[in-house]
């Protein structure tokens, strides 16, 4: 981001047979490289384990989108992880290279996935001191 605390918007779709073909390849060593354990974990244990990793990935891509002008190609992929809470909503935990380009701001996402494409969807704006 330009500053610090600036708001800002990414978006990315996914193609959930490219990632299947992927982790066809690839296996673990891309999954490794890509997600975190608890990430990979959570979408193994789905009913269409691709179409979540495929949101994950294009959460990650759209985080990467929003925070552009923060070191741009520097944000690791590891370190935008995504969670979801008791209520199975999805949240942004950012670790490492996202949490320094997110700087003082607090980053909100929405992921879907319908047929063969995974879309994700990231707003940051700062975060409210009370």
Known sequence: ???PGSSG???DLVSI???ERTVGRWGRRFLERVFTGEEIEYCESRYTP???LAARFAAKEAFIKAVSGARPGGIRYRDVEVVV???G???LRPHGTAKTALGG???RVSLSHEGDLAAAIVITCPEVKS
Request: charged fraction near 25%.
């Open 89 to 91: 909503v999805p949240l």
């Open 50 to 52: 691709a179409g979540s």
């Open 17 to 19: 047979t490219r990632i």
């Open 1 to 3: 981001m330009d500053d």
């Open 105 to 107: 701001s607090h980053a």
């Open 9 to 11: 918007v990414g978006i």
């Open 85 to 87: 809470n008791d209520d």
